[in-house]
């Protein structure tokens, strides 16, 4: 059985359905910090089968274990943490608490367990400001926030378990920029507040929850100045962690693997393909460039295609319509739709 943590979440509720649909039995372990129990009722409905699911904190080792006791767990995919970039710089403390020492409590619980099998939900942001792109497995790693360090220390510490004993088996997945829904249309991401992130905020905007878009930095060395990134459908993004357990146990090294589509695209035409798919306005504006944000950033996925026969197969028409499904479906997100 395998042991999702943080399986309530955005990424984690759809990786859920993808682990019925190839037939893995799994038990989500969730604290609700930042998700909703409505998530999990959503997805029974579309698999048409109860979960499995504790309630727990990851920092929690007693916790963990009855976890162990109760269910014969023999992988963990690990999405839970935080992931707020700009909080993260605020509340440094929070984030290498929930991260990396949740990290650390997991992997003594799956050490004494005998459980020695990871796929851990990483972050393109480990290359830092990548001085070319796309971007390969084998950059140069680096942090510009506690949050993307806490992504590069867990990374580490994986890596320290590993030599260690190497009869672990570790899979870093590198996520680009995850976007899109399920397309029921009934679970996708739901921000607590005003969205961080780029699709949240234009899916809100066009749904008439926000009134404008502040389009950070007009003046970057892009197509039309505008930020560029690799935008991956959540969907296809699930299916990365499926594949990358069918294959865990033939590897004999940690694997780092990009998951990514290899095309960048801007804030300016991520805002024109979400009018065309949702037939809405999205107002917008230029705004002063937002501290930390580079330039551009999309991957080089090759690896993933090599390794676990993994390719994205969804663009951003796709990604673009199936946000806004779930958006005008559920205006208010999970809570009160
Ligand atoms: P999310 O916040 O929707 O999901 C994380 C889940 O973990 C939530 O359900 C939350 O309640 C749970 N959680 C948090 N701390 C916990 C704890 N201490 N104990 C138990 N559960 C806890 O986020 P997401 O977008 O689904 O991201 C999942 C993972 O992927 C995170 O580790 C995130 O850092 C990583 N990631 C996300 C993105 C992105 O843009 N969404 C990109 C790269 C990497
Ligand atoms: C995308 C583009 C913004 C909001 C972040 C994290 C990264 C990863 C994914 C977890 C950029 C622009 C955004 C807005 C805008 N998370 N933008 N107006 O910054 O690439 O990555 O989420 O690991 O670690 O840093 O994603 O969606 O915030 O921004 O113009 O209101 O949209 O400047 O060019 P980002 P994003």
């Not at 560029?228 to 590897?251: E, P, W």
């Not at 999309?298 to 990604?319: E, H, N, R």
Request: proline share 4%.
């Amino acid at each position: 059985m395998v042991l999702v943590t943080g399986g309530a979440g955005y990424i984690g509720s759809h990786t859920i359905i993808a682990l019925d649909e190839a037939g893995y039995d799994f038990v989500v372990f969730d604290n609700f910090c930042n998700s909703s129990k409505e998530s999990i009722t959503r997805v029974e409905n579309i698999i048409d089968k109860k979960i499995k699911v504790i309630e727990g904190d990851i920092r929690d080792a007693k916790a963990l274990q009855s976890v162990f006791d109760t269910y014969k767990i023999d992988s963990v995919i690990h999405f839970a943490g935080l992931k707020a970039v700009g909080e993260s710089v605020e509340k440094p403390l929070k984030y290498y608490d929930y991260n990396v020492n949740g990290t650390v409590v997991l992997c003594d619980a799956m050490s004494k367990n005998g459980v020695k099998k990871i796929v851990f939900s990483s972050s393109a942001t480990v290359y830092g400001d990548p001085a070319t792109t796309p971007i390969t497995e084998d950059f140069p790693l680096s942090a510009t926030n506690p949050y993307g360090r806490s992504k590069l220390m867990i990374e580490e510490i994986l890596r320290d378990i590993y030599v260690s004993d190497n009869s672990w088996k570790v899979v870093l997945l590198r996520y680009f920029n995850p976007v899109g829904a399920h397309e029921s249309g009934t679970i996708g991401e739901d921000p607590n507040g005003i969205p961080n992130n780029l699709m949240p905020f234009i899916a809100q905007t066009a749904v008439g929850k926000r009134d404008v878009l502040s389009v950070f930095g007009d003046d970057y060395d892009t197509k039309d100045g505008s930020g560029v990134r690799d935008y991956i459908h959540v969907v296809d993004l699930a299916d990365g962690h499926v594949k990358a357990l069918n294959k865990i146990d033939g590897f004999d090294e940690v694997m780092s693997i990009n998951l990514g589509t290899g095309n960048g695209y801007s804030v300016i035409e991520m805002v024109k393909a979400f009018e065309r798919a949702s037939g809405k306005k999205v107002p917008y504006k230029t705004a002063p460039r937002r501290s930390g944000d580079i330039a551009t950033c999309f991957a080089d996925p090759s690896y993933a295609k090599d390794i676990l026969g993994w390719v994205a197969t969804k663009g951003v028409d796709q990604m673009c319509e199936d946000s806004w499904r779930w958006q005008s479906n559920n205006p208010n997100g999970y809570a009160k739709s």
